[in-house]
């Protein structure tokens, strides 16, 4: 079972590089959600989506873009990539009124 | 706003013995649902265990349970019986349901380090 899969899963960019984070799930989820986790910040929400063709900002949604064009597939973009957003990147799914959230493996990212 | 504290950074425990990791939330819902995720050193997110806020029954999972105390707004993890493979961090989670025209509410603590002694 593949479950939620993050391509790619390390990356280096330069200061105003663009980039895209991309996230499949195949369990037919609902709702995607895209998180960053800096150290002794815990997971901050940057942008979720309840159903395809929908987005919403979470807590740190600055700098970042999504969409989500199909319901297995949500994408992560960085238009001009800065250092602060050095950081490990999750995606996670879930099924509309469940609690549990499914995640992928992560992907590290480093802005030079 | 919402907000999940974990107050132990980092916890240590023997192989074999039982360590209590603690979480304390804010919220003005009633309707809610609370989860303890670990994530050893490979840094995949496994759920531990989860709650549900209207149950009054405490969710056990094998060695794992959890002490949840509404009234009060915390919800600690117990780890029995400790073995190596329990070292990662964890994090306490507090997620409202999503409602039609509301908004996600996923809130994480900043995470408490275990480290199992042998």
Known sequence: NAGVTQTPKFRVLKTGQSMTLLCAQDMNHEYMYWYRQDPGMGLRLIHYSVGEGTTAKGEVPDGYNVSRLKKQNFLLGLESAAPSQTSVYFCASNQRWTGELFFGEGSRLTVL | ?118
Request: neutral net charge; contains cysteine; proline residues 4%.
């Open chain 2, 1 to 118: 706003a919402q907000t999940v504290t974990q107050s132990q950074p980092e916890m240590s425990v023997q192989e074999a013995e039982t360590v209590t990791l603690s979480c304390t939330y804010d919220t003005s819902e009633s309707d809610y649902y609370l989860f303890w995720y670990k994530q050893p050193p490979s840094r995949q997110m496994i759920l531990v265990i989860r709650q549900e806020a209207y149950k009054q029954q405490n969710a056990t999972e094998n060695r794992f349970s959890v002490n949840f105390q509404k009234a009060a707004k915390s919800f600690s993890l117990k780890i029995s019986d400790s073995q190596l493979g329990d070292a990662a961090m964890y994090f306490c989670a507090y997620r409202i349901p999503l409602t039609q025209g509301g908004s996600e509410k996923l809130v994480f603590g900043k995470g408490t380090k275990l480290t199992v002694n042998p």
